[in-house]
């Protein structure tokens, strides 16, 4: 029985299909194979026991229907333990046998192999973070083509979900430990396209808008994004951080907080710059009671504007501006002093910046060779 | 023994006075100990509660027609805010209650040939807790509402800032008492109220049900008691149970949640099947198919229920042990389920089928149960959850036995009992319009979201990418011609109220007790004590064109309790 | 065969001595039932349940005492110490006493002897109120002591309520918030004694791993560069377990159980309190005999499961060390 099972099951793995099919998106994992073959087979049996049953109903319905003024037949059997028993027993081994193939799949998905490269993943309110073992970080997901790949993943504050249709990996994130997924994706994904990431736990406002994408690449391409990715802040000159990297890691900020004045979870930046050097709305209250005038200055307890909102990246939870709650999570380890001096840059120069979108209204000058991505 | 002793006359005349006119004014039905009446409050007050749950679904799928913002005004949390509704007003005030306290408080006692249930004030307060409870969601919609999800997991929501958390938490807990006293009252009067002569095997299927129904929900419901008292706790008072930072662990939360979540999906789907028991051998005139292990089977599905929670945790870390254990038993569930859809197929089989209105409902229970008792199938496997937890896939799973099965169960009972519990009969030809429509539109609704999940969109989504978009517009559609069955089906049955043909005591040609006594019955329901038989040997009825009702034969009573049916 | 409405229905004419005479000679008997026996099964029948939905309300917290225990055992063992074993074996003598004047009180209910009834009643009362009175002083110790649940645990009592934000465990002044890491901005400002805050996976200890060595409360807070308590015996408020350096870590969760659990199970008393006064003003008005002593008998079936509760919650919380 066990061998027909997977001959089965190979037969309808080469029905995973690159391009997807009208239930399932492209196979686009090593695992995806078996999990579509599996998932054609209960269909096939599903389409099987439901045209039995309809069509028996339909049969009985039509030839049984009672004639007006014609008496009650009364042949009908009450019970036949045989057929019963049969047809109890019968979907009992098809079920079995669908949860041993399952299983054992399952056994495979989730035991990462020895030697899969490790990515690392935060998910927070509303936003992943990817980090890899050289310290690069990253928004999206990008990994190297024919190897396994590990996810270690946790969360910061709620549960999220790390799924990834086209390779069929889905995972919980629970604060407070790890978990765990892996897959091994062949194909590259072609320039610019790449396959959807998705937080399917919900976690709040934000919950549908934490889509990211999965770029696989060669490895020989995939070691250079690498290198740069985790050079890129690093090879912009001061001067050009806050246009060059800035909008970009403004991405991450844009979901709470709006540049052209519109109350959302956090304050929007317009006008911080002011704020914060004793400028217009500085006098603005915080829920303890005290202001930007009242925090920021010598001998107070920020020396320079830049030293609060250094700390309100950090450690958010500290001072909140009255009329807003304990939202923001904390960004300490994943944006650096560099990615940190470009959003102030940013808040200092936001009048050069787009107020819906946060991209650079000025010329920018020929940018160096950095992939900004 | 045929259905009546034909020796004894019956006098099921409907009268004047009846348990609707017995006594009058509004304190007559505020403080009733009747269960008749107090069924009917039930029913009035679920059919209300699904209207609203039902406005709120198609304010779920009509923003969903685009991705982004579709409505003015439903902006995410809006949004969050609906789903999160629709759910728990579905599930707490609609779903669980519906059959059990308002079709089986009316029918139970008189399938019983009791006079009431074992303790009609506790009845009546069961009543009053699901009103309280009732009061509570609608006093958190004023405290700023919920978000959360009706699965309340953790840590969302222990610190989500909504205003109106703690307030559902309470009326959910009181609206969970409810359900135990129906549970306990229904127990204790089928054990001690059944009628000299009605052996177990001798009950109706559909007080076999009720009464598995009522097992689980006097065993499971304070579990999520408690579950709902510790989530209040640690909201208020930060005990830190389900806090990771203080030592506690959210999955915790889900396994207490489930543990009661889970049996409480079969305190939906059994006492359904228990009515398309009675539906499919009634309005086919045939014995019922296999009654025995039909009626085993329910508290098998009884006690199975309790042992596969873990099934919603597959992706949750839980450990794979764990997964692989829950997977294995949740298929063993799904047998007994299986075994009595082939029962009841076969009850088709050399009937006298009239494809009245119920019949109609019990047929459509058929299909749409198979597909959401096969599409269970995919979940249960471990390695197509991984893909499909989470995902549309889940929502059409669910929406396949919880309302083409459930709730369709429910509205064919409805249905079938409607000349009994008003003495009215409603114009068939609406009624089957109705039902026809709401299957299609059922169908093109939520088949539509198999395919939305299995290519990979996620659940509790406000906003989604392009290329679903397709899938929703279709759903959409089918969620309005599905509303508009529902709103017929609503004309059908009020209009009957006030211009429908006066009902026979027996107009489908039933056997059980229930088809002894006038419609509507009166106060103490029976007129003489009733007497036991077969309650599935249709063999003596002879339909009686004055009364537009069945009635026993004489003659073919005599010649039926010369062929033994056991 | 008349359907003339009336409570006693016409129905039981068939079954002539049963019928109109029991229930003009039973008043307390119910329309729906044939005899007074019938209606006493279906009430026992009716309060087992009860008692099993009461069962399985508790019995989800002794999950979760199970879970917390499995997790962290040497919290529980440690903890206990500071619970008071002679008032709660107190409690638990007073308890078995008041079921067994409780079980008397069916007995004369049952045996026509309102008057022994009533003082049995009004024993179990007492013992009810005795109960509650040694909770309270209990409690009330406690909550003195700040052995209470959740972040209060960690505040010395003397601190001003302006500072319990902070995090102490010395009246030091508190550090410059600089120096705090806050994993979860969502929780209070507790010590992370169990969360990874978002720092190289290398520093992080997984909180699913098996606790590393037993860590405490102050090993933690002083891995985290925070005050601890002061180890000189003169500075030390009643505060123990704050100034103990060999408190465990999470040792808030035993107090959160014990106070649910317990809180719990007094909520229960009370509610028995209520019933056994309501049982007393009906039994001086002479409702029970005999003939109907239903209410008394399942009532004490209601308080004996209120006293078997407590007997499982006494050895599991004051004699685990």
């Keep these: ?373 | ?566 | 065969m008349s359907t003339i409405p009336n409570t006693h229905g016409s129905a039981h004419d068939d079954h002539g001595h049963h019928g109109h005479g029991d229930h003009a000679k039973y008043p307390f008997l119910q329309h729906h039932f044939e005899t007074p026996a019938h209606q006493f099964d279906s009430a026992k029948l009716g309060m087992w349940l009860f008692l099993a939905t009461e069962v399985l309300f508790f019995g989800g917290l002794f999950v979760a005492y199970a879970v917390l225990r499995t997790r962290f055992p040497e919290v529980f063992s440690y903890a206990s110490h500071y619970l008071n074993t002679l008032m709660g074996g107190v409690n638990t003598c007073v308890l078995i006493l008041s079921s067994l004047t409780m079980a008397m009180a069916v007995r004369f209910a049952q045996t026509n002897k309102k008057n022994a009834m009533l003082i049995c009643l009004v024993l179990t009362f007492m013992g009810a109120v005795g109960f509650m009175v040694i909770k309270y002083f209990e409690y009330t110790h406690k909550i003195h002591e700040h052995l209470v649940w959740g972040k209060t645990f960690y505040v010395p009592p003397h601190t001003e309520e302006g500072e319990a934000e902070k995090l102490v465990l010395s009246t030091a002044p508190p550090p410059p918030p600089a120096t705090l890491t806050v994993a979860n901005p969502a929780a209070p400002a507790v010590p992370t004694l169990a969360a990874t805050p978002p720092v190289e996976a290398s520093a992080i200890k997984p909180a699913s791993a098996a606790p590393a060595g037993l860590a405490t409360a102050r090993e933690m807070a002083k891995a985290e560069h925070l005050p601890v308590a002061s180890d000189d015996p003169a500075m030390a408020h009643p505060t123990l377990h704050l100034a103990d350096p060999k408190m465990p870590a999470n040792t808030h969760l035993f107090f959160a159980i014990y106070y649910c659990m317990t809180g719990l199970h007094g909520i229960h008393v009370l509610a028995g309190m209520v019933m056994l006064a309501w049982l007393i003003w009906r039994g001086a008005r002479g409702d029970f005999s005999s003939n109907y002593f239903t209410p008394v008998d399942v009532g004490g079936l209601y308080w004996h499961i209120v006293d078997l509760v407590w007997i499982f919650l006494f050895p599991l919380f004051y004699l685990i060390h």
Excluded at chain 1, 168 to 195: I, M, N
Excluded at chain 2, 171 to 189: A, D, E, K, Q, Y
């Design chain 1, 1 to 373: 029985m066990i061998p027909a099972f997977h001959t089965i099951a190979a037969t309808l793995a080469a029905d995973a299909s690159p391009t997807g099919t009208v239930w399932l998106p492209p196979a686009a994992s090593t695992l995806a194979g078996n999990v579509d073959a599996m998932f054609n087979a209960i269909n096939y049996i599903c389409y099987f026991f439901f045209a039995v049953i309809v069509v028996a109903m339909v049969y009985f319905v039509v030839k049984y229907r009672m004639r007006k003024g014609q008496a009650f037949r009364s042949d009908a059997p009450l019970h036949h333990l045989p057929l019963e028993t049969t047809w109890g027993a019968v979907p009992l081994l098809i079920v079995i046998g669908i949860f041993y193939v399952g299983f054992r799949d399952y056994l495979n998905m989730s035991t990462p192999p020895k030697n899969a490269y490790v990515v690392q993943v935060t998910a927070q309110k509303w936003a992943w973070n990817f980090k890899y073992p050289t310290g690069a970080t990253s928004d999206d997901l990008y990994v190297p083509a024919g190897r396994p790949v590990q996810l270690t993943m946790r969360a910061s504050d709620v549960l999220h979900s790390c799924f990834i249709p086209d390779f069929r990996v889905k995972k919980d994130l629970v604060p407070g430990r790890y978990s765990y997924l892996w897959f091994q994706a062949d194909e590259p994904t072609p320039s610019g396209q790449g396959h959807h990431l998705f937080c399917t736990e919900y976690c709040g406002t934000g919950h549908s808008n934490m889509n990211r994408k999965v770029y696989v690449l060669p490895e020989a391409d995939f070691d250079k994004w690498l290198t740069e990715q985790g050079q890129w802040l690093d090879k912009i000159p001061e001067e050009e951080l806050f246009f060059r990297a800035g909008p970009k890691i403004y991405a991450r900020c844009q979901q709470c907080h709006a540049l052209d004045g519109t109350k959302g979870i956090g304050p929007s930046w317009k006008g911080i710059w002011a704020r914060t050097h004793g400028g217009e709305g500085s006098d603005q209250k915080f829920a303890d009671g005290s202001s930007y005038a009242s925090l920021i200055g010598p001998g107070k307890k920020y020396a320079t504007p830049e030293d609060y909102l250094r700390n309100s990246i950090l450690n958010p939870g500290s001072e909140l501006v009255s009329g807003y709650g304990n939202a923001m999570p904390s960004f300490k380890g994943q944006l650096n002093d560099k990615a940190i001096d470009a959003v102030i840059g940013m808040m200092q120069h936001m009048d050069d910046f787009d107020p819906k979108t946060g991209k650079y209204l000025k010329e920018a000058p020929v940018a160096p060779k950095v992939s900004m991505k």
């Design chain 2, 1 to 566: 023994m045929t259905t009546i002793d034909a020796s004894r006359p019956i006098d099921l005349a409907s009268r004047p006075d009846n348990y609707l006119t017995h006594t009058r004014g509004f304190m007559s039905w505020a403080l009733t100990l009747d269960h008749k009446r107090i069924g009917v409050m039930y029913m009035v007050a679920v059919l209300v509660s699904f209207f609203v749950g039902g406005v709120f679904a198609l304010l779920v799928r009509t923003e969903l027609l685009t991705p982004g913002q579709t409505i003015p005004g439903v902006t995410a949390d809006v949004y969050n805010q609906l789903f999160t509704l629709h759910g728990a007003i579905m599930v707490f005030l609609v779903i669980i209650p519906s059959i059990p306290a308002a079709l089986g408080n009316f029918v139970l006692p008189i399938m019983l040939g009791a006079k009431d249930v074992a303790f009609p004030r506790l009845n009546l307060g069961s009543f009053y807790l699901w009103l309280f409870g009732a009061a509570f969601t609608l006093v958190s919609l004023a405290m700023g509402g919920f978000d959360t999800g009706w699965t309340f997991y953790t840590p969302y929501s222990t610190t989500t800032t909504a205003g109106g958390v703690i307030p559902v938490l309470f009326g959910v807990f009181i609206l969970g008492f409810s359900s135990i006293f129906t549970g306990m009252n229904f127990v204790v009067t089928v054990h001690k109220l059944r009628p000299p002569g009605m052996t177990w095997f001798r009950m109706p299927l559909f007080l076999w049900a009720l009464y598995s129904t009522a097992l689980i929900q006097v065993l499971a419901t304070p579990v999520l008691a408690i579950t709902l008292m510790l989530l209040v706790v640690e909201r208020t008072i930060n005990i830190g149970i389900f806090d990771p930072s203080m030592g506690g662990d959210p999955v915790l939360f889900q396994h207490f949640f489930w543990f009661y979540s889970h049996p409480a999906v079969y305190i939906m789907i059994l006492p359904a099947m228990g009515i398309i028991s009675e539906l499919i051998s009634v309005h086919a005139h045939r014995h019922i198919f296999g009654y025995k292990f039909i009626a085993l089977s329910s508290i098998a599905i009884a006690i199975f229920s309790f042992l596969v929670w873990g099934h919603h945790m597959f992706a949750s870390g839980q450990s794979p042990l764990l997964n692989t254990l829950f997977s294995l038993i949740s298929f063993s569930v799904a047998i007994p389920s299986a075994v009595k859809v082939f029962n009841w197929l076969t009850t088709l089989y050399k009937g006298n089928i009239s494809l009245t209105t119920p019949m109609m409902y019990a047929l459509s229970f058929l299909v749409l149960f198979t597909i959401g008792g096969l599409t269970g199938i995919h979940l249960a496997t471990l390695n197509t959850d991984v893909h499909l937890h989470d995902t549309y896939f889940v929502v059409a799973h669910f929406h396949y036995v919880m309302m083409g099965s459930a709730l369709i169960g429910m509205i064919g009972g409805l249905h079938h009992w409607w000349p009994k519990m008003t003495g009215k009969m409603y114009s068939e030809r609406t009624g089957t319009a109705a039902c026809i429509i709401i299957f299609i539109g059922f169908n093109v609704t939520f088949f539509t979201q198999f395919f939305l999940g299995s290519q990979g969109m996620p659940r509790r989504y406000y906003d989604y990418q392009p290329e679903f978009q397709v899938y929703h517009v279709i759903s959409t559609i089918g969620s309005y011609i599905m509303a508009s069955g529902f709103l017929l089906t609503a004309y059908c049955l009020i209009t009957s109220l006030f211009s429908g043909k006066k009902a026979a005591a027996n107009p489908w040609g039933g056997g059980s007790l229930e088809w002894q006594c006038a419609s509507p019955p009166p106060h103490d329901n029976f007129a003489t004590q009733p007497s036991v038989g077969d309650c599935y040997d249709f063999r003596a009825l002879k339909w009686d064109e004055a009364t537009q009702g069945y009635e026993i034969d004489p003659a073919l009573a005599a010649e039926a309790a010369k062929h033994p049916l056991h």
